[in-house]
């Protein structure tokens, strides 16, 4: 009866570590409360360059709130820390959508991450939002996808 009890406390105590708090101990998160503007997205970009350094755009995650059309964004951002920072230089960049935003961005996700949409309207019950989506890129695909066209 003694080593029964004993199987089953060992079995509990490794299933309490082995639970997703102990897996996630090293995601560190980053939050924006009351809108979303540019200076916060430089804030964020330096926060996750320097303090966050992932090895890879699957370290990096985001959540958005927002209680309605044009009300400000909460912004909710995770990132795993205690990389080697081998993904490289990465920017923060708000694009303005002026109709449907395509979710086959022209982007593949080892170069970018959407972090959540900012949408300013919406026209009717049906229509296409309009706003801004927030995404993590790479610095080089920064430079190639944004800045020339």
């Given at each position: 009866?003694?080593?029964?009890r004993y199987w089953?406390?060992?079995?509990?105590?490794?299933?309490?570590?082995?639970?997703?708090?102990?897996?996630?101990?090293?995601?560190i998160?980053?939050?924006?409360?009351?809108?979303?503007?540019?200076?916060?997205?430089?804030?964020?970009t330096n926060w996750?360059?320097?303090?966050?350094?992932p090895d890879e755009m699957g370290h990096i995650a985001g959540f958005s709130y927002q209680e309605a059309p044009g009300k400000p964004l909460s912004l909710q951002v995770y990132c795993r820390k205690g990389g080697t920072g081998k993904l490289g230089e990465i920017k923060v960049v708000r694009s303005a959508?002026?109709?449907?935003?395509?979710?086959?961005?022209?982007?593949?996700?080892?170069?970018a991450v959407i972090l959540g949409f900012d949408v300013t309207n919406i026209k009717g019950m049906m229509g296409?939002?309009?706003?801004?989506?927030?995404?993590?890129?790479?610095?080089?695909?920064?430079?190639?996808?944004?800045?020339?066209?």
């Open positions: 009866m003694r080593s029964k089953v406390c060992s079995a509990l105590l490794a299933g309490l570590w082995a639970s997703p708090t102990v897996a996630q101990q090293h995601w998160t980053f939050h924006f409360g009351s809108g979303f503007n540019d200076a916060q997205a430089v804030t964020l996750i360059n320097d303090t966050c350094r959508y002026p109709s449907e935003f395509l979710l086959e961005i022209p982007l593949p996700t080892e170069r296409p939002p309009t706003g801004t989506v927030v995404m993590v890129v790479k610095q080089e695909v920064f430079h190639r996808q944004f800045l020339v066209r």
